[in-house]
Protein backbone atom coordinates (compact mmCIF):
# COMPACT_ATOMS: atom_id res chain seq x y z
CA UNK A 1 0.00 0.00 0.00
CA UNK A 2 2.92 2.67 0.76
CA UNK A 3 5.35 3.52 -2.08
CA UNK A 4 8.72 1.63 -2.38
CA UNK A 5 11.78 3.58 -0.76
CA UNK A 6 13.12 5.75 -3.65
CA UNK A 7 16.91 6.38 -1.51
CA UNK A 8 19.04 3.56 -0.13
CA UNK A 9 18.99 3.48 3.55
CA UNK A 10 22.05 5.42 5.12
CA UNK A 11 23.46 4.56 8.46
CA UNK A 12 21.20 7.22 10.35
CA UNK A 13 17.92 5.32 8.89
CA UNK A 14 19.36 2.18 10.26
CA UNK A 15 19.92 3.23 13.96
CA UNK A 16 16.03 5.00 13.55
CA UNK A 17 14.55 1.83 12.44
CA UNK A 18 16.21 -0.40 15.17
CA UNK A 19 14.95 2.53 17.61
CA UNK A 20 11.61 1.98 16.86
CA UNK A 21 11.75 -2.42 17.18
CA UNK A 22 13.52 -1.41 20.62
CA UNK A 23 10.65 0.59 21.42
CA UNK A 24 8.12 -1.50 19.89
CA UNK A 25 9.83 -4.55 22.84
CA UNK A 26 10.22 -2.11 25.43
CA UNK A 27 6.52 -0.35 25.37
CA UNK A 28 3.84 -3.28 23.35
CA UNK A 29 1.22 -0.43 23.62
CA UNK A 30 3.34 1.81 21.42
CA UNK A 31 3.71 -1.17 18.93
CA UNK A 32 0.09 -1.78 18.96
CA UNK A 33 -0.49 2.31 18.42
CA UNK A 34 2.13 1.89 15.59
CA UNK A 35 1.12 -1.27 13.76
CA UNK A 36 4.32 -2.88 14.58
CA UNK A 37 3.37 -6.82 15.13
CA UNK A 38 4.55 -9.15 17.41
CA UNK A 39 3.89 -7.43 20.19
CA UNK A 40 0.30 -7.02 21.01
CA UNK A 41 0.05 -10.17 23.27
CA UNK A 42 2.06 -7.83 26.06
CA UNK A 43 1.58 -4.27 27.47
CA UNK A 44 4.77 -2.76 28.92
CA UNK A 45 6.38 -3.01 32.49
CA UNK A 46 5.46 0.18 34.46
CA UNK A 47 7.86 -0.03 37.37
CA UNK A 48 11.02 1.52 38.10
CA UNK A 49 12.92 -1.28 35.97
CA UNK A 50 11.16 -0.72 33.26
CA UNK A 51 10.77 2.71 33.00
CA UNK A 52 14.92 2.76 33.30
CA UNK A 53 15.31 0.08 30.47
CA UNK A 54 13.47 2.65 28.46
CA UNK A 55 15.72 5.33 29.60
CA UNK A 56 18.81 3.58 28.99
CA UNK A 57 17.43 2.29 25.30
CA UNK A 58 17.32 6.38 24.63
CA UNK A 59 20.87 6.88 26.10
CA UNK A 60 22.15 3.99 23.79
CA UNK A 61 20.91 5.54 20.34
CA UNK A 62 21.99 9.17 21.37
CA UNK A 63 25.75 7.88 21.93
CA UNK A 64 25.16 6.00 18.40
CA UNK A 65 23.79 9.22 17.01
CA UNK A 66 26.41 11.06 18.41
CA UNK A 67 29.09 9.57 15.54
CA UNK A 68 26.99 9.44 12.35
CA UNK A 69 27.18 11.88 9.72
CA UNK A 70 24.12 13.11 7.61
CA UNK A 71 24.35 11.57 3.87
CA UNK A 72 21.54 14.15 2.73
CA UNK A 73 18.97 16.48 3.46
CA UNK A 74 16.50 13.46 5.42
CA UNK A 75 19.42 12.98 7.10
CA UNK A 76 19.89 16.04 8.59
CA UNK A 77 16.44 16.20 9.64
CA UNK A 78 16.39 12.55 11.14
CA UNK A 79 19.57 13.42 13.52
CA UNK A 80 18.07 16.75 14.48
CA UNK A 81 14.68 15.48 15.23
CA UNK A 82 15.91 12.47 17.55
CA UNK A 83 18.81 14.03 19.38
CA UNK A 84 16.07 16.52 20.40
CA UNK A 85 13.20 13.70 21.31
CA UNK A 86 15.58 11.27 22.78
CA UNK A 87 17.65 14.24 24.65
CA UNK A 88 14.38 15.57 26.20
CA UNK A 89 12.78 11.67 26.81
CA UNK A 90 16.42 11.46 28.96
CA UNK A 91 15.83 15.13 30.38
CA UNK A 92 12.79 13.89 31.71
CA UNK A 93 13.58 10.88 33.37
CA UNK A 94 16.24 12.14 34.72
CA UNK A 95 13.59 14.81 36.79
CA UNK A 96 11.43 11.40 38.02
CA UNK A 97 8.56 12.67 35.88
CA UNK A 98 7.61 8.96 34.05
CA UNK A 99 7.29 7.35 37.81
CA UNK A 100 4.64 10.12 38.81
CA UNK A 101 2.66 9.93 35.81
CA UNK A 102 -0.74 10.28 37.03
CA UNK A 103 -3.46 12.22 34.82
CA UNK A 104 -6.90 11.97 33.80
CA UNK A 105 -6.50 11.54 30.03
CA UNK A 106 -2.79 10.37 29.46
CA UNK A 107 -0.88 8.13 31.96
CA UNK A 108 -0.74 4.27 32.18
CA UNK A 109 -3.95 4.30 34.42
CA UNK A 110 -5.61 5.13 30.95
CA UNK A 111 -2.76 3.44 28.69
CA UNK A 112 -3.33 -0.03 29.85
CA UNK A 113 -7.30 -0.12 28.84
CA UNK A 114 -7.68 2.20 25.84
CA UNK A 115 -4.80 -0.09 23.85
CA UNK A 116 -7.62 -2.59 23.46
CA UNK A 117 -9.48 -0.30 21.11
CA UNK A 118 -6.79 -0.67 18.76
CA UNK A 119 -7.24 -4.31 18.49
CA UNK A 120 -8.23 -6.65 15.98
CA UNK A 121 -11.13 -8.20 16.77
CA UNK A 122 -12.07 -10.16 13.74
CA UNK A 123 -10.90 -13.81 13.85
CA UNK A 124 -10.85 -16.22 17.07
CA UNK A 125 -6.85 -15.75 16.75
CA UNK A 126 -7.14 -12.14 17.23
CA UNK A 127 -9.31 -13.16 20.52
CA UNK A 128 -7.07 -15.51 21.50
CA UNK A 129 -4.23 -12.50 21.60
CA UNK A 130 -6.76 -10.31 23.34
CA UNK A 131 -7.41 -12.70 26.03
CA UNK A 132 -3.00 -13.10 26.55
CA UNK A 133 -3.12 -9.21 26.65
CA UNK A 134 -6.27 -8.76 29.23
CA UNK A 135 -4.05 -11.70 31.20
CA UNK A 136 -1.30 -9.05 31.18
CA UNK A 137 -2.90 -6.02 33.06
CA UNK A 138 -2.03 -7.27 36.32
CA UNK A 139 1.16 -7.26 36.54
CA UNK A 140 1.89 -4.15 34.18
CA UNK A 141 -0.35 -1.90 36.87
CA UNK A 142 1.31 -3.41 39.51
CA UNK A 143 4.51 -2.13 37.81
CA UNK A 144 2.27 1.24 37.37
CA UNK A 145 1.81 1.57 41.70
CA UNK A 146 5.17 0.29 42.15
CA UNK A 147 6.46 3.39 40.34
CA UNK A 148 4.26 5.77 41.87
CA UNK A 149 5.60 4.63 45.43
CA UNK A 150 9.33 5.26 44.38
CA UNK A 151 8.59 8.37 43.35
CA UNK A 152 6.55 9.18 46.18
CA UNK A 153 9.03 8.19 48.46
CA UNK A 154 11.34 10.31 46.48
CA UNK A 155 8.96 13.31 47.24
CA UNK A 156 7.53 13.57 43.31
CA UNK A 157 3.70 13.33 43.69
CA UNK A 158 0.90 13.70 41.70
CA UNK A 159 -1.35 16.48 43.05
CA UNK A 160 -4.52 15.46 45.15
CA UNK A 161 -6.80 16.37 42.27
CA UNK A 162 -5.16 13.79 39.87
CA UNK A 163 -5.19 11.19 42.40
CA UNK A 164 -8.82 11.64 43.31
CA UNK A 165 -9.68 11.48 39.68
CA UNK A 166 -7.81 8.31 38.96
CA UNK A 167 -9.23 6.28 41.98
CA UNK A 168 -12.55 7.19 40.22
CA UNK A 169 -11.74 6.09 37.11
CA UNK A 170 -9.88 2.93 38.29
CA UNK A 171 -13.09 1.92 40.00
CA UNK A 172 -15.16 2.70 37.10
CA UNK A 173 -12.74 0.30 35.22
CA UNK A 174 -13.33 -2.29 38.30
CA UNK A 175 -16.85 -2.22 38.40
CA UNK A 176 -18.64 -4.94 36.28
CA UNK A 177 -21.43 -2.97 36.13
CA UNK A 178 -19.43 0.06 34.03
CA UNK A 179 -15.84 -1.12 33.25
CA UNK A 180 -15.15 -1.04 29.66
CA UNK A 181 -13.36 -4.42 29.86
CA UNK A 182 -16.96 -6.03 30.45
CA UNK A 183 -18.18 -4.74 27.28
CA UNK A 184 -14.74 -5.96 25.43
CA UNK A 185 -16.17 -9.73 26.44
CA UNK A 186 -19.72 -8.88 25.75
CA UNK A 187 -18.10 -8.02 21.96
CA UNK A 188 -16.44 -11.86 21.96
CA UNK A 189 -19.39 -13.17 22.59
CA UNK A 190 -21.38 -11.65 19.86
CA UNK A 191 -18.29 -11.97 17.72
CA UNK A 192 -18.32 -15.81 18.36
CA UNK A 193 -21.90 -15.81 17.11
CA UNK A 194 -21.40 -13.84 13.81
CA UNK A 195 -18.60 -16.17 12.80
CA UNK A 196 -19.83 -18.88 13.66
CA UNK A 197 -16.88 -19.91 15.99
CA UNK A 198 -18.33 -19.80 19.70
CA UNK A 199 -15.61 -21.19 21.51
CA UNK A 200 -16.63 -22.05 25.22
CA UNK A 201 -12.68 -22.63 26.35
CA UNK A 202 -12.02 -19.22 24.73
CA UNK A 203 -14.94 -17.76 26.56
CA UNK A 204 -14.53 -19.17 29.67
CA UNK A 205 -10.78 -17.43 29.54
CA UNK A 206 -11.65 -14.40 28.43
CA UNK A 207 -14.24 -13.92 31.39
CA UNK A 208 -11.23 -15.29 33.87
CA UNK A 209 -9.09 -12.47 32.11
CA UNK A 210 -11.62 -9.76 32.21
CA UNK A 211 -12.36 -9.85 36.16
CA UNK A 212 -8.91 -10.55 36.80
CA UNK A 213 -8.13 -7.24 34.39
CA UNK A 214 -11.18 -5.85 36.98
CA UNK A 215 -9.26 -6.72 40.03
CA UNK A 216 -6.20 -5.04 39.02
CA UNK A 217 -8.20 -1.46 38.71
CA UNK A 218 -9.93 -2.21 42.17
CA UNK A 219 -6.08 -2.95 43.56
CA UNK A 220 -5.02 0.09 41.77
CA UNK A 221 -7.53 1.96 42.97
CA UNK A 222 -6.94 0.72 46.57
CA UNK A 223 -2.79 1.39 46.23
CA UNK A 224 -4.14 5.15 45.27
CA UNK A 225 -6.43 5.64 48.19
CA UNK A 226 -4.01 4.17 50.81
CA UNK A 227 -0.34 5.15 49.75
CA UNK A 228 -0.78 8.15 47.39
CA UNK A 229 -3.46 10.55 48.44
CA UNK A 230 -2.43 10.78 51.83
CA UNK A 231 0.72 12.10 50.82
CA UNK A 232 -0.37 14.32 47.88
CA UNK A 233 -0.40 17.65 47.79
CA UNK A 234 -3.17 20.06 47.54
CA UNK A 235 -1.51 22.45 45.29
CA UNK A 236 -1.76 21.87 41.35
CA UNK A 237 0.64 23.89 39.98
CA UNK A 238 4.00 21.98 38.73
CA UNK A 239 6.25 25.53 39.35
CA UNK A 240 8.26 27.15 36.55
CA UNK A 241 10.97 24.71 36.19
CA UNK A 242 9.32 21.54 35.65
CA UNK A 243 7.24 23.79 33.38
CA UNK A 244 9.44 24.99 31.29
CA UNK A 245 10.32 21.17 30.71
CA UNK A 246 7.11 19.81 29.81
CA UNK A 247 6.73 23.11 27.61
CA UNK A 248 9.70 21.87 25.35
CA UNK A 249 8.32 18.47 25.17
CA UNK A 250 5.29 18.97 24.14
CA UNK A 251 6.64 21.89 21.61
CA UNK A 252 9.74 21.32 20.35
CA UNK A 253 10.26 24.63 20.62
CA UNK A 254 11.73 27.17 23.50
CA UNK A 255 8.98 29.87 24.23
CA UNK A 256 9.07 32.90 26.26
CA UNK A 257 6.36 31.85 28.68
CA UNK A 258 5.38 35.38 30.39
CA UNK A 259 5.85 36.78 26.30
CA UNK A 260 3.27 33.52 25.31
CA UNK A 261 0.70 34.54 28.46
CA UNK A 262 0.46 37.71 27.69
CA UNK A 263 -0.08 36.83 23.85
CA UNK A 264 -2.79 34.63 25.07
CA UNK A 265 -4.79 37.12 26.51
CA UNK A 266 -4.56 39.30 23.78
CA UNK A 267 -5.55 36.25 21.47
CA UNK A 268 -8.93 36.02 23.68
CA UNK A 269 -9.79 39.43 23.83
CA UNK A 270 -9.65 39.50 19.87
CA UNK A 271 -11.27 36.35 19.73
CA UNK A 272 -14.45 37.45 21.70
CA UNK A 273 -14.53 40.47 19.61
CA UNK A 274 -15.30 38.28 16.60
CA UNK A 275 -17.65 36.03 18.57
CA UNK A 276 -19.85 39.13 19.10
CA UNK A 277 -19.55 40.57 15.33
CA UNK A 278 -20.69 37.06 14.42
CA UNK A 279 -23.28 36.75 16.87
CA UNK A 280 -24.96 39.39 15.61
CA UNK A 281 -25.00 38.44 11.78
CA UNK A 282 -27.04 35.19 13.61
CA UNK A 283 -29.13 36.85 15.36
CA UNK A 284 -29.18 40.39 14.50
CA UNK A 285 -28.05 43.96 15.66
CA UNK A 286 -27.26 43.99 19.77
CA UNK A 287 -27.21 39.92 20.06
CA UNK A 288 -25.02 38.87 22.40
CA UNK A 289 -22.66 35.46 22.27
CA UNK A 290 -25.11 34.00 24.70
CA UNK A 291 -28.20 34.45 22.32
CA UNK A 292 -26.82 33.47 18.78
CA UNK A 293 -25.77 30.42 20.74
CA UNK A 294 -29.23 29.35 21.98
CA UNK A 295 -30.52 30.12 18.59
CA UNK A 296 -28.32 27.74 16.86
CA UNK A 297 -29.04 25.02 19.29
CA UNK A 298 -32.15 25.13 19.26
CA UNK A 299 -32.00 25.12 15.59
CA UNK A 300 -33.46 21.16 14.56
CA UNK A 301 -31.19 21.01 11.36
CA UNK A 302 -28.03 21.66 13.79
CA UNK A 303 -28.79 18.88 16.55
CA UNK A 304 -27.72 15.32 16.31
CA UNK A 305 -29.56 12.83 18.63
CA UNK A 306 -27.66 9.88 19.67
CA UNK A 307 -24.74 8.92 19.56
CA UNK A 308 -25.67 6.82 16.14
CA UNK A 309 -26.47 10.09 14.43
CA UNK A 310 -23.21 11.58 15.71
CA UNK A 311 -21.56 8.99 14.15
CA UNK A 312 -22.87 8.97 10.76
CA UNK A 313 -22.67 12.32 10.56
CA UNK A 314 -18.72 12.99 11.40
CA UNK A 315 -18.19 10.13 8.50
CA UNK A 316 -19.73 11.94 6.05
CA UNK A 317 -18.64 15.08 7.10
CA UNK A 318 -14.87 13.78 6.85
CA UNK A 319 -15.67 11.89 3.87
CA UNK A 320 -17.38 15.29 1.85
CA UNK A 321 -13.37 17.12 2.92
CA UNK A 322 -11.72 14.18 1.93
CA UNK A 323 -13.56 14.71 -1.83
CA UNK A 324 -13.25 18.20 -1.60
CA UNK A 325 -9.62 19.05 -0.79
CA UNK A 326 -7.50 16.10 -2.18
CA UNK A 327 -5.83 17.04 -5.18
CA UNK A 328 -6.67 21.30 -4.70
CA UNK A 329 -5.33 22.44 -1.43
CA UNK A 330 -3.73 19.30 -0.47
CA UNK A 331 -2.44 15.84 -2.07
CA UNK A 332 -4.18 12.83 -0.20
CA UNK A 333 -2.45 9.37 -1.00
CA UNK A 334 -5.20 6.89 -1.70
CA UNK A 335 -5.02 4.41 1.66
CA UNK A 336 -4.82 8.00 3.33
CA UNK A 337 -8.45 9.11 1.62
CA UNK A 338 -10.15 5.95 4.06
CA UNK A 339 -10.83 7.74 7.50
CA UNK A 340 -12.99 5.80 9.91
CA UNK A 341 -15.30 7.37 12.56
CA UNK A 342 -16.08 5.74 15.70
CA UNK A 343 -17.53 6.28 18.86
CA UNK A 344 -15.46 4.91 22.38
CA UNK A 345 -16.31 2.57 24.82
CA UNK A 346 -14.77 5.00 27.31
CA UNK A 347 -16.81 7.81 28.40
CA UNK A 348 -14.67 10.44 29.46
CA UNK A 349 -15.51 13.41 27.22
CA UNK A 350 -12.58 13.06 24.79
CA UNK A 351 -12.24 13.50 20.82
CA UNK A 352 -9.01 11.78 19.44
CA UNK A 353 -7.42 10.31 16.52
CA UNK A 354 -5.23 7.10 16.45
CA UNK A 355 -3.10 6.10 13.57
CA UNK A 356 -3.32 3.53 11.12
CA UNK A 357 -1.35 0.86 11.02
CA UNK A 358 1.83 0.85 9.29
CA UNK A 359 0.50 -1.08 6.76
CA UNK A 360 -2.58 0.09 6.89
CA UNK A 361 -4.70 -2.94 7.00
CA UNK A 362 -6.14 -1.18 10.52
CA UNK A 363 -7.51 2.67 9.09
CA UNK A 364 -6.89 5.86 11.06
CA UNK A 365 -9.58 6.17 13.65
CA UNK A 366 -11.37 9.51 15.19
CA UNK A 367 -13.15 8.78 18.11
CA UNK A 368 -15.38 10.28 20.54
CA UNK A 369 -15.63 9.70 24.25
CA UNK A 370 -19.13 10.50 25.06
CA UNK A 371 -19.89 11.43 29.33
CA UNK A 372 -22.70 9.63 30.37
CA UNK A 373 -25.71 11.91 30.16
CA UNK A 374 -24.67 13.80 27.15
CA UNK A 375 -27.29 12.45 24.66
CA UNK A 376 -27.59 15.42 21.93
CA UNK A 377 -24.79 17.23 19.96
CA UNK A 378 -24.70 20.43 17.73
CA UNK A 379 -23.25 20.08 14.49
CA UNK A 380 -21.96 23.63 14.34
CA UNK A 381 -19.87 23.48 17.03
CA UNK A 382 -18.06 20.52 16.28
CA UNK A 383 -17.99 20.38 12.38
CA UNK A 384 -14.51 22.02 12.92
CA UNK A 385 -13.80 19.05 15.56
CA UNK A 386 -14.26 17.00 12.07
CA UNK A 387 -11.45 19.08 10.11
CA UNK A 388 -9.20 19.16 12.85
CA UNK A 389 -9.17 15.52 13.88
CA UNK A 390 -9.72 14.26 10.45
CA UNK A 391 -8.72 15.86 7.28
CA UNK A 392 -6.73 18.11 6.59
CA UNK A 393 -6.36 17.57 10.05
CA UNK A 394 -3.97 14.60 12.13
CA UNK A 395 -5.34 12.13 9.52
CA UNK A 396 -3.61 13.82 6.74
CA UNK A 397 -0.84 14.77 9.00
CA UNK A 398 -0.44 11.73 10.60
CA UNK A 399 -1.51 8.80 7.72
CA UNK A 400 1.02 10.56 5.36
CA UNK A 401 3.78 10.21 6.79
CA UNK A 402 3.06 6.88 7.60
CA UNK A 403 2.51 6.60 4.13
CA UNK A 404 5.96 7.69 2.75
CA UNK A 405 7.86 4.88 3.37
CA UNK A 406 9.39 5.78 0.32
CA UNK A 407 11.33 8.29 2.26
CA UNK A 408 11.35 8.41 5.98
CA UNK A 409 12.53 5.95 8.46
CA UNK A 410 9.95 4.27 10.51
CA UNK A 411 11.26 6.41 13.57
CA UNK A 412 9.69 9.27 11.74
CA UNK A 413 7.20 7.71 9.82
CA UNK A 414 5.61 5.60 13.36
CA UNK A 415 7.25 6.51 16.29
CA UNK A 416 7.80 10.59 16.86
CA UNK A 417 4.58 12.29 17.82
CA UNK A 418 5.51 15.90 18.89
CA UNK A 419 2.04 17.70 20.24
CA UNK A 420 2.77 21.15 19.04
CA UNK A 421 3.20 20.12 15.59
CA UNK A 422 0.22 17.48 15.53
CA UNK A 423 -1.69 19.86 17.57
CA UNK A 424 -0.68 22.83 16.30
CA UNK A 425 -0.79 21.51 12.70
CA UNK A 426 -4.84 20.38 13.40
CA UNK A 427 -5.87 23.84 14.73
CA UNK A 428 -4.13 25.14 12.02
CA UNK A 429 -5.73 22.98 9.64
CA UNK A 430 -9.02 23.80 10.95
CA UNK A 431 -7.94 28.19 10.68
CA UNK A 432 -6.89 26.43 6.41
CA UNK A 433 -10.73 25.35 6.26
CA UNK A 434 -12.00 28.88 7.67
CA UNK A 435 -9.75 30.49 5.05
CA UNK A 436 -10.51 28.41 1.58
CA UNK A 437 -14.21 29.11 2.83
CA UNK A 438 -15.66 25.62 4.24
CA UNK A 439 -16.98 27.65 7.55
CA UNK A 440 -18.53 30.49 5.71
CA UNK A 441 -21.85 29.37 7.36
CA UNK A 442 -22.02 31.80 10.41
CA UNK A 443 -22.86 29.04 12.60
CA UNK A 444 -20.03 26.88 11.98
CA UNK A 445 -17.76 30.00 12.08
CA UNK A 446 -19.02 30.71 15.61
CA UNK A 447 -18.43 26.53 16.12
CA UNK A 448 -14.63 27.14 15.03
CA UNK A 449 -14.32 30.48 17.08
CA UNK A 450 -16.04 28.98 19.95
CA UNK A 451 -13.26 26.20 19.93
CA UNK A 452 -10.57 29.36 19.15
CA UNK A 453 -11.70 30.76 22.43
CA UNK A 454 -11.15 27.40 24.51
CA UNK A 455 -7.35 27.14 22.98
CA UNK A 456 -6.92 30.57 23.91
CA UNK A 457 -8.22 30.09 27.40
CA UNK A 458 -6.15 27.00 27.85
CA UNK A 459 -2.54 29.31 26.94
CA UNK A 460 -3.92 31.70 29.50
CA UNK A 461 -4.96 29.03 32.35
CA UNK A 462 -2.25 26.69 31.96
CA UNK A 463 0.74 28.86 32.27
CA UNK A 464 -1.25 30.97 34.62
CA UNK A 465 -2.03 28.40 37.33
CA UNK A 466 1.56 26.48 36.83
CA UNK A 467 3.49 29.42 37.13
CA UNK A 468 1.52 30.89 40.12
CA UNK A 469 1.02 33.98 38.28
CA UNK A 470 -1.09 37.01 38.97
CA UNK A 471 -4.67 36.32 37.99
CA UNK A 472 -6.65 39.25 36.00
CA UNK A 473 -8.86 41.30 38.31
CA UNK A 474 -11.81 40.54 35.58
CA UNK A 475 -11.55 36.79 36.95
CA UNK A 476 -10.88 37.01 40.97
CA UNK A 477 -7.80 39.02 40.77
CA UNK A 478 -5.09 37.25 43.06
CA UNK A 479 -3.11 34.47 42.01
CA UNK A 480 -4.18 31.85 39.74
CA UNK A 481 -5.39 28.63 41.72
CA UNK A 482 -8.24 25.57 40.42
CA UNK A 483 -11.24 27.51 42.04
CA UNK A 484 -9.85 31.05 39.81
CA UNK A 485 -9.28 28.79 36.57
CA UNK A 486 -12.88 26.86 37.20
CA UNK A 487 -14.57 30.38 36.72
CA UNK A 488 -12.11 31.39 34.05
CA UNK A 489 -13.24 28.24 31.88
CA UNK A 490 -17.02 28.38 32.57
CA UNK A 491 -16.64 31.76 31.47
CA UNK A 492 -14.69 30.89 28.14
CA UNK A 493 -16.18 27.54 27.02
CA UNK A 494 -19.66 27.01 25.87
CA UNK A 495 -19.77 22.99 26.61
CA UNK A 496 -21.43 20.75 28.72
CA UNK A 497 -20.15 21.06 32.61
CA UNK A 498 -19.32 16.88 32.56
CA UNK A 499 -16.73 18.20 29.19
CA UNK A 500 -15.48 21.23 31.00
CA UNK A 501 -14.89 19.91 34.42
CA UNK A 502 -12.82 16.89 32.54
CA UNK A 503 -10.67 19.28 30.70
CA UNK A 504 -9.81 21.70 33.56
CA UNK A 505 -8.56 18.25 35.73
CA UNK A 506 -6.56 17.63 32.59
CA UNK A 507 -4.98 20.64 32.49
CA UNK A 508 -4.27 20.62 36.00
CA UNK A 509 -2.34 17.38 35.65
CA UNK A 510 -0.60 17.73 32.47
CA UNK A 511 1.26 20.82 32.26
CA UNK A 512 2.18 22.40 29.02
CA UNK A 513 0.17 20.39 26.74
CA UNK A 514 -2.88 22.68 26.21
CA UNK A 515 -1.12 25.37 25.52
CA UNK A 516 0.44 23.43 22.64
CA UNK A 517 -2.35 23.94 20.55
CA UNK A 518 -2.48 27.55 20.03
CA UNK A 519 0.84 27.85 20.44
CA UNK A 520 1.83 25.18 17.75
CA UNK A 521 -0.31 26.73 15.38
CA UNK A 522 1.47 30.42 16.61
CA UNK A 523 4.42 28.46 15.65
CA UNK A 524 2.89 26.61 12.31
CA UNK A 525 1.72 29.96 10.67
CA UNK A 526 4.95 31.95 11.57
CA UNK A 527 6.71 29.32 9.33
CA UNK A 528 4.44 29.70 6.40
CA UNK A 529 4.49 33.20 6.46
CA UNK A 530 8.12 33.39 6.62
CA UNK A 531 7.59 30.77 3.31
CA UNK A 532 5.27 33.52 2.01
CA UNK A 533 7.44 36.20 2.64
CA UNK A 534 10.67 34.71 0.69
CA UNK A 535 8.26 33.58 -2.22
CA UNK A 536 7.58 37.86 -2.55
CA UNK A 537 11.24 38.40 -2.36
CA UNK A 538 11.54 35.77 -5.37
CA UNK A 539 8.96 37.39 -7.45
CA UNK A 540 6.27 34.68 -7.28
CA UNK A 541 3.92 33.56 -4.91
CA UNK A 542 3.97 30.85 -2.50
CA UNK A 543 2.54 27.46 -3.68
CA UNK A 544 0.34 26.49 -0.66
CA UNK A 545 -0.43 22.73 -1.66
CA UNK A 546 3.35 22.42 -2.24
CA UNK A 547 4.23 23.90 1.08
CA UNK A 548 1.35 22.05 3.26
CA UNK A 549 3.39 18.18 0.89
CA UNK A 550 6.66 19.51 1.83
CA UNK A 551 6.00 20.52 5.64
CA UNK A 552 3.53 17.01 6.16
CA UNK A 553 6.74 14.88 4.20
CA UNK A 554 8.83 15.37 6.59
CA UNK A 555 6.40 13.74 9.33
CA UNK A 556 5.98 15.34 13.09
CA UNK A 557 9.48 16.55 14.46
CA UNK A 558 9.69 19.27 17.35
CA UNK A 559 8.80 22.78 15.82
CA UNK A 560 12.52 24.01 15.96
CA UNK A 561 13.14 21.14 13.71
CA UNK A 562 10.30 21.96 11.35
CA UNK A 563 11.32 25.64 11.29
CA UNK A 564 14.61 25.03 10.32
CA UNK A 565 14.13 22.62 7.86
CA UNK A 566 11.49 24.50 6.21
CA UNK A 567 13.36 27.55 5.86
CA UNK A 568 14.07 29.03 2.32
CA UNK A 569 17.09 28.78 1.59
CA UNK A 570 19.04 32.32 0.60
CA UNK A 571 18.40 33.19 -3.11
CA UNK A 572 21.93 33.23 -4.37
CA UNK A 573 23.05 36.88 -4.98
CA UNK A 574 24.12 38.46 -8.52
CA UNK A 575 28.01 39.28 -8.19
CA UNK A 576 27.34 41.46 -11.30
CA UNK A 577 25.36 43.84 -8.43
Known amino acids: VTPEPTRVPTAVDRVANACVATLASLDPVAATAMGVPGHDHRLPDCSPAGHAARTDAARAVLTQLAGLEPTDDVDVVTLAAMRERLGLEVELAEAGEPERELNVIASPLQGV ?21 LDAVPAALAGYAASLRTSAAHGRLPARRQVEAG ?28 LGAADAALADRLDVACERARRAYGALATALREDLLPLAPAEDAVGRERYALWSRAFLGATVDLDETYAWGLEQLAGIVAEQRRVAQEISGPGATIAEAVAALDADPARVL ?101 DVLDDWRRLACWVSGHGEGWALYAEQLMAELGFLDDPGDRLGMLDGLRLRAARVVLDIGVHLRKPCPPAWGGGRWDAE ?60 LRDFHRRALDLGSVGLDVLAEALTPAPEPRDPAR
Not at 120 to 132: E, H, I, M, S, Y
Request: net charge negative; aromatic share 10%; glycine share 8%.
Open 484 to 543: RAWAFLAGNANMAEQFLRFELDRYLGWPGQAPSYLVGARLWRQIRDRAEAAARAAGRELD
Open 113 to 133: RDVFDLMPTATRDDWDVVAAR
Open 305 to 405: HGTDALRDWMQRTSDAAIDALDGTHVDIPAPVRRLECRIAPTRTGGIYYTQPSADFSRPGRMWWAVPDGVTTFGTWRERTTVYHEGVPGHHLQIAQAIYRA
Open 167 to 194: IGQSLDLADPATSSFTALVDDARVAGER
